[in-house]
Nanobody, 123 residues
Framework: QVQLVESGGGLVQAGGSLKLSCAASGRTFNNYRMAWFRQAPGKEREIVAAISWDTGSTFHADSMKGRVTISRDNEKNTVNLEMISLKPEDTAVYYC????????????????WGQGTQVTVFS
């Protein structure tokens, strides 16, 4: 059974940085896409970035492009999200997600989710 466990969230001042990690377990993730989503209060869950477990190819959404980098460590089975120049509007719960097959931009297509980690950016 796939398990995803996020860590690294917290409180940060605007302009600061954070690194989120997602520990993935329960199977091998060949042919999987791993992604980070976020959901702010009253808003729909939106994708932030995604990465191919096999090739390492990445996608970064416009919402945080240039301020976020997704990466994976195949030996440690982790997917990381490094965020810089954070803004108060980046405040949200950040989720790690996984799906088998091609990239998908909607949360609807991801069957596996972590519990989420809160990121709060204050000015």
């Amino acid at each position: 059974q796939v398990q995803l466990v996020e860590s690294g969230g917290g409180l940060v001042q605007a302009g600061g940085s954070l690194k989120l990690s997602c520990a993935a377990s329960g199977r091998t993730f060949n042919n999987y896409r791993m992604a980070w989503f976020r959901q702010a209060p009253g808003k729909e869950r939106e994708i932030v970035a995604a990465i191919s477990w096999d090739t390492g190819s990445t996608f970064h959404a416009d919402s945080m492009k240039g301020r976020v980098t997704i990466s994976r460590d195949n030996e440690k089975n982790t997917v990381n999200l490094e965020m810089i120049s954070l803004k108060p509007e980046d405040t949200a719960v950040y989720y790690c997600a996984a799906r088998e097959g091609h990239y998908a931009g909607s949360y609807y297509y991801y069957p596996y989710w972590g519990q989420g980690t809160q990121v709060t950016v204050f000015s």
